[in-house]
């Protein structure tokens, strides 16, 4: 099998990266990055593009399945439009891309909330391109929903503190529904999810992912 991977330098994306490397299951993984990643493998092929310019690299994004978590924060974007780009526009053109050059799985990480006809602009906006996938008719789209995200030596301050609040309140029986997810757990679930055969379009919530990435079941 042949992954092909899209946000590789997130926390999610080290993740899935290194335990796709680690998998026999994966013969080959091509990541489409803007700059090199910090490891080699004789697995890893590592194709450095620019996501502004697709036809650039459309002829690259041939494989089995296709891996989408690449996203950034308003903070680090600047602005809406800006995120937007990134969280949408280049998540869609990949997406486009893999259907054309007949990729049959598509396997995309998107978010808690996530809603087409929300007001709020970051779950409108993940409802967009969740539709948007969707409408490309692969054989198989897997789409993941993961609340607040725990990862590894993240400086996202405020991320910090949130999880460790919900932490406390799991502990008190609240908030069961918004556990903190490890990024490490979310990426084992999505290598899951490709294991399994079917012609489907699923939607796998919060409390199905610890699950899932255990047992490896819908």
Request: with cysteine; charged share 30%; aromatic share 10%.
């Amino acid at each position: 099998m042949k992954a092909l991977v899209i946000g590789a330098t997130g926390a999610t994306g080290k993740d899935l990266v290194n335990q796709l490397l680690n998998d026999s299951h994966y013969k080959e993984v091509d990541v489409f990055v803007r700059k090199p990643l910090s490891i080699e493998n004789p697995k890893l092929k590592t194709h450095i593009v620019d996501f502004e310019k697709p036809d650039e690299w459309k002829d690259l994004v041939k494989g089995d399945v296709a891996f989408s978590c690449l996203g950034t924060t308003l903070k680090n974007a600047g602005s809406k439009e800006a995120q937007r780009k990134v969280d949408y526009e280049y998540q869609y053109n990949f997406a486009k891309t893999a259907k054309e050059n007949n990729v049959e799985d598509y396997i995309l990480v998107s978010s808690y909330g996530a809603d087409p006809k929300s007001k709020i602009f970051y779950s409108k906006m993940k409802g967009d391109l969740e539709k948007s996938v969707k409408d490309l008719h692969f054989n198989k789209i897997t789409i993941f929903q993961p609340g607040m995200l725990e990862r590894k030596d993240t400086e996202r301050t405020g991320e910090v503190l949130g999880g460790k609040i919900i932490k406390f309140a799991n502990k008190l029986g609240m908030f069961k529904d918004q556990k903190p997810l490890p990024t490490a757990i979310l990426a084992k679930a999505m290598i899951n999810s490709s294991k399994i055969k079917s012609n489907s379009y699923s939607k796998i919530k919060l409390g199905s992912i610890f699950s899932f990435a255990e047992k490896g079941k819908l």
